[in-house]
């Protein structure tokens, strides 16, 4: 006996389909990207995509989180990693140079791009969360140092946290509007020179 297979077709490739996603709303942010621009991006109907993702909402937070996996994750590996916050920063810094220019998808970082000029309060919620998780990383780890003396006692954690996160998503917006990589490395160093 022959069983019909429903549902999407066997060729259908979830990764690639999240891939290709990420990348539209990576080029286009959150609001601008439509469901006719991902189904013509992914390649399958709107009835396909809702069957495989739910909703665009459903989808854009299954970016998200592929998107910091491969992309974003630079900045917590350099916190845990390196033996000052400072250097940490340092290395995000260059690091961001790196990802944000690279020519193999779109510039700058998603999580910042993707929430600008959205009306949906949920998306500008998430991304923001986001966003200040890695600023209460960044804080964190300057309190550290604080206490162990490598700063200064007065140092503020929070403005220096606030700091670097502002030289991110400059850099971030930077490079969206044609910065080099070169260019966003000499901004990294000098933004280093305000470091206590």
């Given at each position: ?63 998200v989180v592929v998107y910091g996996s491969r992309y974003g994750d630079f900045a917590g590996v350099a916190l845990a990693e390196e033996p000052t916050a ?111």
């Amino acid at each position: 006996m022959v069983t019909g297979q429903r549902g999407r077709p066997r060729s259908f490739d979830r990764d690639a389909a999240l891939d290709k996603a990420m990348t539209a709303f990576w080029e286009r942010g959150y609001e601008a990207t439509s469901i006719s621009d991902l189904t013509a991006s992914i390649g399958i109907s709107a009835p396909s995509l809702y069957a495989a993702f739910g909703d665009k909402r459903k989808l854009f937070d299954e970016v998200v989180v592929v998107y910091g996996s491969r992309y974003g994750d630079f900045a917590g590996v350099a916190l845990a990693e390196e033996p000052t916050a400072r250097a940490a920063v340092e290395r995000i810094l260059r690091e961001a140079a790196e990802v944000y220019t690279d020519p193999a998808h779109p510039p700058g970082c998603m999580v910042i791009s993707a929430a600008i000029n959205t009306t949906s309060e949920e998306v500008a919620q998430a991304l923001r969360e986001r966003r200040n998780t890695s600023l209460e990383l960044f804080e964190r780890r300057i309190r550290a140092d604080v206490a162990t003396g490598v700063l200064p006692a007065d140092t503020d954690a929070r403005a220096l946290a606030r700091y670097a996160g502002a030289v991110l998503q400059g850099m971030s917006q930077q490079s969206r509007d044609g910065a080099t990589r070169e260019e966003l490395e000499a901004v990294a160093e000098r933004a280093l020179l305000a470091w206590p």
